[in-house]
């Protein structure tokens, strides 16, 4: 989860967020870079006297002040679409998960199961033990496999709420009356922190999300236990 002052990204959890936090490294190197040169060239302007006015119409600096933003274009294009098309992709789930939004709380349905549903809403600050996170802590967690595929269905009661999970790079609106699909990864264990990204009400700040990724033989326990 993010920590005070901070300045980058979450730490990255799957796959798709690691590739995701390279391409941000790797963009802003580029964003960096443009500046600098733009930087230097403005203070050289500004200091040195034009010697050589002959240069400011020339082929040969035009052509290159055509082709090199296209060169970087490209560097920034090709990198993008690999991830873009990778966070499309599906593979077979091992589990899945239906989430529903409402005003202000939201409900899980474990389809491959019976009878697996709960409602989870935000703990209030009142209710809440020493090492609990105000605004983030809910009264039933969803408990997922680490290390494997789950598919989550997302839609909505009511109005537009998003279901988003920085650290899983997982932000998906859920629309009345639509159901969105994405996928997660986690590739290690722990306790993932989210809230609903999509201003739904009054309450809207009041609708965290909370992932426990646990292993395999964990979850089994835990599922029928609940059962």
């Known amino acids: 989860m993010a920590y005070p002052l901070q300045l980058g990204l979450q730490d990255a959890t799957s796959p798709i967020m690691e590739e995701l936090s390279n391409f941000h490294d790797h963009a802003l190197m580029i964003v960096f870079l443009i500046s600098s040169l733009v930087l230097y060239i403005i203070s050289l302007m500004l200091t040195t006297s034009l010697t050589h006015t002959s240069t400011m119409d020339a082929q040969e600096v035009e052509t290159i002040w055509t082709i ?63 090492g609990q996170f105000r605004l983030l802590e809910v009264d ?13 269905l997302i839609s909505s009661e009511d109005v537009l709420h998003s279901w988003a999970i920085p650290s899983l790079q997982l932000k998906t609106d859920a629309i009345p009356g639509r159901l969105n699909q994405t996928t997660l990864l986690s590739t290690r264990p722990g306790l993932y922190y989210g809230q609903c990204s999509e201003i739904c009400g009054s309450n809207h700040s009041f609708m965290p999300i909370v992932l426990e990724m646990v292993p395999l033989k964990y979850f089994e326990k835990w599922s029928s236990s609940v059962l």
């Not at 989430?99 to 409602?119: A, I, K």
């Not at 039933?140 to 989550?152: D, F, G, I, Y």
Request: charged share 20%; net charge negative.
């Open 68 to 130: 090199l933003p296209a060169i970087i274009l490209i560097m920034i294009a090709l990198p993008s679409l690999r991830i873009l098309y990778m966070m499309d992709e599906i593979n077979d789930p091992s589990v899945t998960i239906k989430t529903l939004g409402h005003q202000w709380y939201w409900s899980y349905e474990y389809t491959d199961y019976e009878d697996l549903v709960f409602d989870s809403y935000m703990i209030p600050t009142h209710e809440l033990t020493p």
């Open 140 to 152: 039933n967690r969803v408990v997922l496999p680490a290390e494997l595929t789950v598919r989550v």
